[in-house]
């Protein structure tokens, strides 16, 4: 078994407890020894994993409730472990695995909601444009970063409520929420990123300019 193997064992074990099995005959040292290990590095990995995802995903957190959210982030961890050393990279699919989580179809709209949310983790860590670049067209459409968004849900709608300074304010904006579909416009302005809630007739209009922009470009 060459290297590349030896890690891809040792990765299905963190994943998924299950595997630990196949990973044992390739360490030296006692068993028992080495399956404790094993569970402590495991354990510390998803920590760091529901941590980053957390991060990334305040709002859907908020929504769930931590409980929920560990569990989630652990259910996510066995099919979805990084692919890369950096965790700001990690739970990009997570709004996929939402739509298709048995638990959490009850709330039909949290994978948009999470794709809203990893819009703007996006947009935090875009690049930033030149300073000298100048625009002839709508300059938001250009930074990079920026993304338009159309869901059946009022997912800005509920990303901004959710940014309330306390529980009175944000149940005041629920509880006047119109559940209707929705476009967004997610960019980021100085070092703060922006949504807008859009008409959806508006979303799309912007989305298809935005997306000639960019072939202009290509």
Known sequence: MDLSQQQGVF???????ANTAFLLPLLM???ETNQKRIGLYRG?????AQRALSAI?????????????????RAFWKIQAPDSGDWNQYG???PYFL???EHAQH?????????LEWAVHQAVYAADEPENAIRAEPDVLWRPGTQILISSYPIADIWLAHQASDSDELSQRLEHMRWVEQGALIFRESFAVKVLALPVEQAQVLGEYQQTLKEKTT
């Open 99 to 101: 739509a298709e989580f």
């Open 44 to 48: 510390n990995v998803v920590a760091n």
């Open 57 to 73: 995903y305040p709002v859907l957190q908020e929504i769930v409730g931590e409980d929920f959210f560990a569990g989630l982030a």
């Open 107 to 115: 709330l039909p709209y949290l994978s948009d909601v999470a794709r």
């Open 92 to 94: 990009r699919q997570l």
């Open 11 to 17: 990765a299905s074990a963190l994943q998924d407890p």
């Open 29 to 31: 040292g006692e068993i």
